[in-house]
């Protein structure tokens, strides 16, 4: 493995086992140097490793995005470390009030909207690397954005303002020829936490019909990064 300034960086945000990773070993492939973080730094070492072990410079960071200007100061000190950040993506995702959005109460969704401040600060940590570079940004979201899903709650709310947030980004970049995106993810992504809690909770349940795979989806932010032609990408098997 050999280190160079000269090689474009990935940043994770909300690196995880399923979809984070299959990113980072995606552009890793395509000789990006990786930078993940995420607040299970006892995962870090094991991450590592993996991507080690497939010659891919990488480092870790421990950032707990729900702390104020946690998210920028690990921004910082990924480009410290690295010396550029040529793509950022956001998977970072936070408890909110879920439940039918009949009984949604107002406190709770405004506890649930003030976690997108988290992906704005993000954002704008970000923005004067990728206009250096003609970077790119993508997000991840939920289905619930784009279909009604009236028994989620307030993540409906938190999947709409991640994808209009974006998709205005998109609009508003592009003429600087920076990406900014979203992957719409309409199904249980398998290797997560998510799925693999679903799973234990129902473990009789048949849900083949409804995963999708982390390195298919990961193609697709490699492949939206790549070509810059749509703010969105919807992957639904759900609706």
Request: charged share 20%.
């Amino acid at each position: 493995m050999t280190s160079s300034k000269a090689h474009p960086v990935l940043l994770v945000v909300g690196a995880g086992p399923g979809l984070g990773m299959s990113v980072a070993r995606a552009f890793g492939r395509r000789g990006y140097r990786i930078a993940l973080a995420s607040r299970s730094a006892d995962r870090h070492p094991g991450y590592l490793d993996e991507l080690r072990s497939l010659g891919v410079e990488a480092a870790a960071f421990p950032v707990d995005v729900s702390a104020p200007g946690a998210v920028a100061d690990a921004v910082a000190r990924v480009r410290e470390s690295f010396g550029r950040i040529d793509v950022a993506y956001y998977g970072a995702a936070a408890p909110v009030a879920m439940g039918p959005i009949t009984e949604l109460e107002p406190d709770d969704a405004g506890a649930a909207l003030a976690t997108v401040t988290r992906a704005v600060e993000f954002a704008r940590a970000v923005l004067p690397e990728l206009r250096a570079r003609t970077g790119a940004l993508v997000f991840v979201g939920g289905l619930s954005a784009v279909v009604p899903m009236p028994d989620v709650g307030a993540l409906a709310l938190v999947a709409a303002a991640y994808r209009a947030y974006a998709l205005n980004l998109h609009a508003a970049l592009r003429p600087e020829g920076v990406y900014a995106g979203t992957l719409t993810v309409g199904g249980m992504i398998d290797g997560g936490d998510i799925a693999a809690a679903t799973r234990a909770g129902a473990p009789e349940q048949d849900l083949t019909a409804i995963t999708l795979q982390p390195d298919d989806l990961a193609e697709r932010v490699w492949r939206m990064t790549d070509d810059r032609a749509d703010g969105e990408v919807v992957v639904d098997v759900i609706s």
